[in-house]
């Protein structure tokens, strides 16, 4: 009796195994080896579908990686503000409309960082440029005599931190920098008293890249002209100026 019992049990046994096998292929045939590894898994990272179009052999983090660098330029149109407010008429500030064009150097100098919605990368950027008057400046609504026309920019000391996700095309960014000009704003005019000024300059904006390793963004920038009370007077031109930039 027991050895019958203990033949019907090892029968039974390889029934199960058989079924149990039965069932694993049947299930890999209609879900896929993948969904399987999935469930058998539960720590297999998922694949994130990358919208951004990385240049032709490069990926997103390759794109993004520290030391990379890119050149490019921003051009735009700006104008000056009543910063600070002036009371007495004689103190009007000039009204100056300009062209703005500024070309760039930027380096990567972290990589990608962060995480979440603060991932990104820190760069180094150089802008060297002009910005010329479009019009003969105005003070009292007439024409400045002696009408100053260009001031030439360097801004070699510029932190831009891009906020990068490899699941978007597209980056937000901010800005802030230092550097020195030179020109003739400071011709008849009550703000400035020296070609040479100091400037100081913050920002943001949008980029966009594209897959051919281009990119292009629009920005804002603040910008503010003055030499440190070098001489007077030293009322300082603030501006703004709203531009469109293109790298690669």
Do not use: C
């Not at 520290?66 to 330029?73: A, M």
């Not at 003969?136 to 005599?145: E, M, S």
């Amino acid at each position: 009796m027991k050895k019958t019992v203990w033949i019907l049990g090892l029968v039974w046994g390889m029934i199960g195994l058989n079924t149990q096998t039965a069932q694993a292929d049947f299930f890999s045939s209609a879900l896929g080896e993948d969904t399987l590894a999935w469930s058998r898994t539960p720590d297999y990272p998922p694949q994130v579908i990358q919208a951004y179009p990385g240049p032709e052999g490069k990926s997103f983090e390759e794109r993004f990686a520290k030391h990379e660098y890119e050149f490019g330029f921003s051009l735009g149109y700006g104008y000056n503000i009543n910063i600070p407010p002036v009371d007495a008429e004689s103190d009007e500030r000039t009204d100056l409309r300009f062209a703005y064009f500024f070309p760039n150097f930027k380096y990567n100098l972290t990589g990608l960082m962060g995480s979440s919605i603060y991932q990104g990368a820190l760069f180094w950027v150089v802008e060297a440029g002009a910005a010329i008057t479009t019009r003969d400046p105005h003070r009292l609504q007439k024409p400045v005599d002696d009408a100053p026309n260009y001031v030439f920019g360097l801004v070699p000391a510029q932190l831009e931190y891009k906020f990068l996700q490899a699941d978007r095309s597209w980056a937000p960014f901010l800005f802030m920098g230092v550097g020195v000009s030179w020109g003739d704003w400071f011709a008849s005019s009550n703000e400035l008293a020296t070609a040479y000024e100091f400037i100081l300059q913050m920002g943001g904006g949008m980029e966009y890249f594209f897959s051919n390793g281009t990119a292009l963004n629009f920005n804002y920038r603040f910008w503010h002209l003055s030499n440190s009370n070098i001489k007077s007077p030293n009322i300082g031109i603030n501006a703004h100026i709203f531009s469109f930039g293109v790298s690669f």
